[in-house]
Nanobody, 126 residues
């Protein structure tokens, strides 16, 4: 059974850092296109950062460019989102996602993903 389990969320002060992890089980993460999305109260789910299946192409939302980094560790079957210089507007529930459809480009549309984690809350506040 395919499963994604997130961890690493929490409360952090503005300017701080967090690293989100998304551990996969039941399948090999290396064969999937991956993404991180977030959803704040009253807003639509938006793409934060996405990764193509095999050639490492990445997408970053304009609001997180230069501050967030997506990575995959195939040996640990885990993907990460390193978040630096966090701002209050980064506050949201963050979700990891994966699609088994091969993609040589980062998929930014959440409807293009087959599997989702349960979500982890990130709150940036002083």
């Amino acid at each position: 059974q395919v499963q994604l389990v997130e961890s690493g969320g929490g409360l952090v002060q503005p300017g701080g850092s967090l690293r989100l992890s998304c551990a996969a089980s039941g399948w090999s993460l290396g064969f999937y296109a991956l993404g991180w999305f977030r959803q704040a109260p009253g807003k639509e789910r938006e793409g934060v950062s996405c990764l193509s299946t095999s050639d490492g192409r990445t997408f970053y939302g304009d609001s997180v460019k230069g501050r967030f980094t997506i990575a995959r560790d195939n040996a640990k079957n885990t993907m990460y989102l390193q978040m630096n210089s966090l701002k209050p507007e980064d506050t949201a529930v963050y979700y990891c996602a994966a699609t088994k459809s091969y993609s040589n480009y980062p998929r930014t549309d959440p409807t293009g993903y087959d599997y989702w984690g349960q979500g982890t809350q990130v709150t940036v506040s002083s």
